[in-house]
T-cell receptor, first 112, second 114 residues
Framework: GESVGLHLPTLSVQEGDNSIINCAYSNSASDYFIWYKQESGKGPQFIIDIRSNMDKRQGQRVTVLLNKTVKHLSLQIAATQPGDSAVYFCAEIGEYGNKLVFGAGTILRVKS | GAGVSQSPSNKVTEKGKDVELRCDPISGHTALYWYRQSLGQGLEFLIYFQGNSAPDKSGLPSDRFSAERTGGSVSTLTIQRTQQEDSAVYLC????????????FGPGTRLLVL
């Protein structure tokens, strides 16, 4: 089922450092995963996606890692910048594909 | 190109009133989704439209919620007899095709029920 929570985990990093945001997903049949970034007052913004036939995918300054054995997803942000401060959500689409099931989210704070 | 747009951006209403929220998906996108994001909660799926197929309404929380999509484009989410617990951000997303494709979100409508 969905992950919900009143208190989101927070990751604080120094500007220029690398960030790693983790996500555990629930459905072993899920085969498509997306990371979204949500800034205050805005809708979620697509960052990167990965399909279950891959275990790593790289974008510009971001890398997503997928470990299907332990149902774990991570987002790595290289050289984190103040503009990266936001809430980050992982989302999965299951075997019947269509609706996204979101994780609870992680707050990323970048200190200058 | 233009992204997903939603209106109004903010809506304040009194308990018991009906509200309509509008979504304009990205042109050419065949699939349209509604999600809700409550304060302190994650995003939860409400309803999904694909072409002329019957919508997937499995996420609608009660029969006070309904949605339609006219002409395969614009969608309206209606909440009847609003309750305070309906206060949330209502997000619309669209994807070019259904299934395992990226869903692009609009800015959301912030609904406050007094």
């Amino acid at each position: 089922g969905e992950s919900v929570g009143l208190h989101l985990p927070t990751l604080s990093v120094q500007e220029g450092d690398n960030s790693i945001i983790n996500c555990a997903y629930s459905n072993s049949a899920s085969d498509y995963f997306i990371w979204y970034k949500q800034e205050s007052g805005k809708g979620p913004q697509f960052i990167i996606d990965i399909r279950s036939n891959m275990d790593k995918r790289q974008g510009q300054r971001v890398t997503v890692l997928l470990n299907k054995t332990v149902k774990h997803l991570s987002l790595q942000i290289a050289a984190t910048q103040p503009g990266d401060s936001a809430v980050y959500f992982c989302a999965e689409i299951g075997e019947y594909g269509n609706k996204l099931v979101f994780g609870a989210g992680t707050i990323l704070r970048v200190k200058s | 190109g233009a992204g997903v747009s939603q209106s109004p951006s903010n809506k304040v209403t009194e308990k018991g009133k009906d509200v309509e929220l509008r979504c304009d998906p990205i042109s050419g996108h065949t699939a349209l989704y509604w999600y809700r994001q409550s304060l302190g909660q994650g995003l939860e799926f409400l309803i999904y439209f694909q072409g002329n197929s019957a919508p997937d309404k499995s996420g609608l929380p009660s029969d006070r919620f309904s949605a339609e999509r006219t002409g395969g484009s614009v969608s309206t989410l209606t909440i009847q007899r609003t309750q305070q617990e309906d206060s949330a951000v209502y997000l619309c997303a669209s994807s070019q095709n259904p299934g395992r494709e990226t869903q692009y979100f609009g800015p959301g409508t912030r609904l406050l029920v007094l």
